[in-house]
Nanobody, 121 residues
Framework: QVQLVESGGGLVQAGGSLRLSCAAS????????MGWFRQAPGKEREFVAA????????YYADSVKGRFTISRDNAKNTVYLQMNSLKPEDTAVYYC??????????????WGQGTQVTVSS
């Protein structure tokens, strides 16, 4: 069992930056591929970014490519999402997720509770 706790959300002006963190419990964090998703009001949850167990492989949604960076620190059991050049349309609840595989398959087994990101225009 893995528990995920997101933090780092908040209110930021358009063009600003935020860094989200997702802390994972358990000793097998390095065995899991990780992902970030988001859900805006009235919309379905959408994929944002994913990272393999070692960080050697990363994937991004087209809408965030070049602006967001996913990374991880296995020694700290934490995955990050650095968000730059934020836009109002990035406003959403952001969730991290873990899948019981080293490489990204986007079939997630565990989810965090989410952290709110609000970008004002």
């Amino acid at each position: 069992q893995v528990q995920l706790v997101e933090s780092g959300g908040g209110l930021v002006q358009a063009g600003g930056s935020l860094r989200l963190s997702c802390a994972a419990s358990g000793r097998t964090f390095s065995n899991y591929a990780m992902g970030w998703f988001r859900q805006a009001p009235g919309k379905e949850r959408e994929f944002v970014a994913a990272i393999s167990w070692s960080g050697s492989a990363t994937y991004y949604a087209d809408s965030v490519k070049g602006r967001f960076t996913i990374s991880r620190d296995n020694a700290k059991n934490t995955v990050y999402l650095q968000m730059n050049s934020l836009k109002p349309e990035d406003t959403a609840v952001y969730y991290c997720a873990a899948e019981k595989t080293a490489w990204v398959r986007r079939q997630y087994d565990y989810w965090g509770q989410g952290t709110q990101v609000t970008v004002s225009s």
